[in-house]
């Protein structure tokens, strides 16, 4: 047996408790985290905070715990679909290089949308970095609102309850509208305050509760209104052919 790093041992519990979430029921509270992993009350608690602020861990509404947004990308991007992610990869990869900027795929997790991959162009120094596991709402922004646009209509609606305002709704019900005519998304500095977006969803993941979206993003100097709307095409073209992907994948999964 290999000897154990010195100096490993908080990690080593951050671990233990990441673990004992995955195989807990819904929802568990910090007296059975700490009671599964063998640690005190404080330093499970301790550790958890930690998670958290790196959103590996989140709160439930219930007050106990699921695992975060950065894990769910990185589990997302890693492990069940590994080569089908490794299909769409340089279908990314040529987006980027035909935009000169940022392109992201964008997976559903309940009211949020979690970036699971990218490609970015060298063609740029300044560009939009994309941060594997970042989530960001399904009611803002390119990525989110291209899925939610193309969500079922008592979905979409449930989603806006929880998380608009009455005062705002009707607004971002017209910008919905206005995505399904159109058929893309943009956004100006939603998320990410200078970073414009461009994105649409994947119609063969659409009416799902792991709806896709991809988008493209840079500086809006750049990667202006003029620029996305006449990109839209190609954009368009890219995201007819990875839906025959995922159409593939999902007889895959049915057959199976």
Known sequence: MSQL???????????????????????????????STGLSKSTAYRLLRVLQEEHYVERAESGGYRLGSRMVGLAAAALPELDLYAAVRPVLTRL??????????????????????????????????????????????????????QADESDR?????????????TALETLLADVRHRGFAVSTGANHPGVHGLAIAVPSTAASARAISIAISGPGFRWTGERMVRFAPHLREAVAELSLLFEEQREREVMS
């Open 5 to 35: 790093t010195e100096g490993g041992a908080t990690a080593r519990r951050a671990l233990r408790l990441l673990e004992a979430l995955a195989a807990s029921g819904p929802y568990p509270s910090l007296d059975q985290l700490a009671a």
């Open 157 to 169: 609606r449930a989603i806006i309850e929880r998380n608009v305002t009455p005062s705002e709704r």
């Open 96 to 149: 980027a290089q035909l935009s000169q900027e940022t392109v992201t795929l964008h997976r559903r997790a309940g009211d949020l949308a979690i970036l699971v991959l990218a490609a970015e162009s060298e063609e740029f120094s300044l560009r939009r970095v994309a941060r594997i596991g970042e989530a960001t709402p399904l009611i803002r922004g390119a990525a989110g609102t291209a899925i939610l646009a």
